[in-house]
């Protein structure tokens, strides 16, 4: 008896563990194709193929998907953004990568965060986490002096930051490889000055 009550209870703990995964899985998906306002619970809910109050109750609320949402393109950006460190070509071809996967969307977000502050902490968050890939990737070349290294990160994010994609890429209409070589030479220039 002890045993199956055991069975059923890890069941039941996997089947909502996937069904949350699933959930945010969808939102994710949702959220990369659309505004921030477009996306609804409702929305999720018919996408993942569960009721409105599943996504409440795993969630509680919209923002409780954001956040799940978040932490989940976390994952996936520092599994796909990282490269040898020091390699430059190698480091904003990953980051481009990314940016092609992703940057549509992060731009979506970033308008909408001036009237959604959810959306405004969640950038933030990620504005901290593309600081630690600048030093991940370029630490050892960075200045030791506090000024001068917080001057340097500051040039190589807007060097290397979702805006300059979204300019070259889909303003300018630059190829990807053109996109890539002169993120390069913003990176490269900037490295250089140290």
């Known amino acids: 008896m002890k045993t199956t009550r055991s069975y059923t209870q890890t069941t039941r703990a ?5 069904t949350r995964e699933r959930i945010t899985q969808t939102a994710s998906e ?15 809910a018919r996408a993942a193929g569960v009721s409105h109050q599943t996504v409440l109750n795993h969630f ?7 956040l799940a949402v978040a932490e989940l ?4 950006t520092t599994s796909v953004r990282y490269a040898q460190p020091g390699d430059i070509e190698a480091a904003v071809h990953a980051l481009v990568s990314d940016y092609e996967r992703m940057g549509d969307a992060n731009f ?29 990737m370029f630490g ?29 890429r889909r ?17 490269a220039g ?4 140290q």
């Open 108 to 136: 979506r977000w970033a308008a909408s965060a001036d009237r959604i502050p959810e959306l405004a902490q969640v950038l933030d968050g990620a504005r901290v986490g593309h600081q630690q890939w600048i030093v991940d």
């Open 73 to 76: 393109i976390g994952a996936q």
């Open 171 to 187: 303003d300018l209409k630059l190829s990807r490889s053109e996109t890539e070589s002169t993120i390069v030479d913003l990176v």
């Open 30 to 44: 949702l959220f990369l194709e659309n505004t921030y306002e477009e996306v609804t619970l409702a929305g999720i």
């Open 60 to 66: 509680e609320s919209k923002l409780g998907v954001v």
């Open 14 to 18: 996997d089947s909502k563990i996937a």
């Open 140 to 168: 050892d070349r960075l200045p030791t002096e506090a000024t001068a290294r917080r001057h340097a990160i500051g040039a190589l994010h807007a060097a290397t930051d979702v805006y300059v994609w979204k300019l070259l």
């Open 190 to 193: 900037v490295l250089k000055g």
